[in-house]
């Protein structure tokens, strides 16, 4: 036997007791017995450097140092869930997604892991790249540290697919946690707070020797990717488990929504016996055809629902309520907390939303209230104990100043919040805007973080966000926390934000109720800057899904002188106010008006990709037929009742050869 053999030999072995012990829990040989072999295998590859593997099992005991996690753009976008709370929230999913789809609509069930989510890339069997949710578009790369983790395999086993994303939820079981914090005690630390924040903690650690001590576990439910060979979610689960992935078992599939509940009302008492943290569950429909056919809202999947588990409830005391101010003006009172344990940390603050909730609770300081945390960042206040009231208790009087700068509230007809009208002179709104500009899904400026720029805002160095392009590094070297390097790294920042695209940009103004989408409509219908300036509010509302407030809002921001000068100072440094000529060349209205359904399997391009080649020929495309829809691109195994509705409204169908050689589309 060669070398080479040897030590294939060796990692093969490896491999398959890995996968016994930390994906199936059914160990062959002892832990002793694995690091003999182990060790052995380390000698052989010191010795034959020319026979290195990237897989091998040897690559888990970390060591490598990352200083800075490289921001990687997911390959498919990493969406959010739609959460649910009760019976009535999933019958009403359910009857929004059969007016989409034809045929039986079968349910896979799956326990909701509270956890860091992480997107793993394979090709050609071997882990490539890991990488973190981030804000759904990008995350950091850490695949040095989750190489660590010992129930990820490093090299697959079966009939896989030559490249595919799988997605998953790294968690620290409750025995490790336990462990881990009976040693931190023993040297005298500080224990961690919880689970899921350590195992989040623990994918940034700079050292992956340090993560491969931890007893982390990743546990995988999506593949995403093409030409997988499945056709429903269940089947996804069944052959990830043949690859070598450690996917639960606990999946059911379901053929109604009182199944689902079933499944739910089980797991909401059991799910106490488990060895990891769950919060609820997540509901798929199965066939992956359907899947398509559903497709996404902005934010997440038609075709999935989270039900979350009934959230912890703690009582606490109101000791006093302060107020934040947003970058548009809007006021938000909060409850400051005696201190209370509360879904594993440790509560100080809980929102109180706006005038309205404080006089609906009548919330007052000094009483007894109860608090949860549900599915919010920041907790939330659900009512008072009215017995514990004190006997001197004084109703809560809304502030009708700003707090900041004191300028008088406003509060719209019809509009929850008041807002200080003090746009550009009110220290907090000021630096909130600049802080929106510079985050991530907005312009993504690298070597500058929020304290950053209040410290900036703080010492007169910058007004509003175009100021950041004047700056320099001499002015910015005597920050607090300020050395050369990141001083010139946030110059750098700042150069390289010029080349953000255009809808981004739009996005990152801050302009009141226009978000990503919003943003990408308006530049998709006006290319340019000026345009989109001289447009009045009843040229912005024939927009597609821009409404009378959106384009009330827009047309406001640009009245603003101030706002005009704020633009054409990022005009005059560079920044991208237009699409691109490459964007512009895919750009046409041959479809202008045309609404278009898209519905079946397609083989010369996929869904997506049809979809976006009505969109950027000025079509819409829709999910359902009314009598509005221009055509029909009807693919194959198109459901017969679509097929009825069309022709009962007398809707045309075409072909996807039609749809293309319409458009002199290469295909």
């Known amino acids: 036997m060669t070398k080479e053999e040897e030590i294939q030999n060796l990692r093969n072995e490896l491999r398959n007791h890995n996968y016994n012990y930390y994906v199936l829990d ?9 690091d003999i072999k182990l060790k052995a295998l380390q000698d052989l590859e010191a010795k034959h450097p ?22 990687t753009v997911h390959d498919q976008r990493m969406y ?9 929230d999933l019958e009403d999913w359910e009857k929004r997604i059969k007016k989409l789809v034809d045929g039986d609509i079968q349910y896979t069930c799956e326990l909701k892991y509270d956890g860091a989510s992480i997107s793993l890339t394979y090709e050609n069997g071997s882990l490539v790249k890991a990488v973190t949710r981030g804000d759904g578009f990008q995350g950091d790369n850490v695949t040095a540290n989750i190489k660590t983790i010992k129930s990820i395999p490093l090299k697959l086993k079966g009939n896989y697919p030559p490249k595919f994303d799988i997605r998953g939820e790294i968690v620290l079981p409750f025995d490790g946690f336990h462990k881990m914090n009976e040693a931190r005690i023993a040297i005298g630390e500080e224990p961690y707070r919880n689970p899921r924040n350590t195992a989040s903690g623990s994918l940034k650690l700079q050292d992956s020797a340090e993560v491969a001590k931890r007893p982390l576990e990743c546990l995988l439910y999506n593949l995403t990717g093409t030409n997988l060979g499945v056709k429903t979610q269940f089947e996804s689960l069944e052959s990830a488990r043949e690859w070598g992935f450690k996917v639960p078992e606990i999946a059911k599939l379901t053929n109604s929504i009182s199944g689902v509940l079933e499944f739910i009302s089980y797991w909401d008492v059991h799910r106490h016996n488990l060895p990891y943290e769950t919060d609820g569950v997540v509901v798929k429909v199965n066939n992956l055809q359907q899947q398509e056919e559903l497709g996404y809202t902005a934010k997440a999947p038609r075709w999935a629902m989270a039900y979350k588990f009934k959230a912890e409830q703690v009582s606490t005391t109101l000791n006093s309520i302060t107020y934040q101010i947003g970058r548009t003006g809007a006021i938000t009172p909060v409850a400051n907390l005696k201190p209370v344990e509360l879904a594993g940390t440790t509560v100080k603050r809980a929102s109180l939303h706006n005038a309205d909730q404080i006089e609906k609770l009548d919330i007052r300081v000094g009483d007894d209230v109860y608090v949860e945390k549900g599915g919010e960042i920041i907790p939330k206040i659900l009512g008072v104990n009215l017995a514990l009231r004190p006997l001197n208790s004084q109703p809560t009087q809304y502030i009708s100043q700003c707090p900041e700068c004191e300028t008088v509230l406003v509060r719209q007809e019809g509009e929850a919040q008041h807002y200080c009208p003090n746009y550009n002179g009110c220290i907090p709104q000021i630096i909130a805007r600049i802080q929106h500009y510079i985050s991530r899904k907005a312009m993504d400026i690298d070597g500058l973080g929020g304290e950053t720029v209040a410290l900036l805002v703080n010492e007169g160095l910058i007004t509003n966000y175009s100021d950041l392009y004047t700056l320099t590094k001499a002015q910015v070297l005597p920050l607090e926390r300020m050395a050369e390097k990141s001083a010139a790294n946030l110059i750098k920042g700042i150069e390289q934000s010029k080349n953000i695209p255009f809808e981004r940009v739009l996005f990152a103004l801050g302009i009141r109720y226009v978000g990503e989408t919003v943003a990408k409509k308006l530049v998709k219908h006006y290319k340019n ?12 509302i024939t ?13 406001a921001f640009f009245k603003l002188e101030d706002n005009i000068a704020v633009v054409n100072k990022l005009k005059s440094v560079g920044l991208q106010f237009e699409l691109s000529a490459a964007q512009l060349s895919d750009q046409t209205d041959k479809l202008k008006g045309d609404v278009i359904v ?36 009807a693919g194959d195994s198109m459901g017969p009742s679509k097929k009825e509705k069309a022709e009962k409204l007398g809707v045309k169908l075409i072909s996807e050869d039609e749809f293309l050689n319409a458009l002199n589309y290469e295909k």
Request: hydrophobic share 35%; aromatic share 8%; net charge negative.
């Open 543 to 555: 927009v597609d899904e821009i409404g009378a407030r959106i384009a009330e809002s827009v047309s």
């Open 50 to 71: 020319e026979f290195f593997d990237a897989s091998s099992p040897t690559q888990r005991v970390g060591g490598e140092i990352t200083k800075n996690f490289e921001t």
């Open 598 to 633: 898209v519905s079946g399997v397609f083989h010369n391009v996929s869904r997506t990709e049809l979809k976006k080649i009505i969109e950027n020929n000025g079509g819409k495309v829709s999910s359902s037929i009314s009598k509005k829809t221009t055509y029909i691109i």
């Open 26 to 34: 059914n160990a062959i040989i002892s832990d002793y017995d694995f």
């Open 529 to 540: 800057i000026d345009a989109i300036i001289k447009a009045t509010e009843e040229d912005l």
């Open 80 to 88: 959010s869930l739609d959460n649910s709370y009760s019976k009535e």
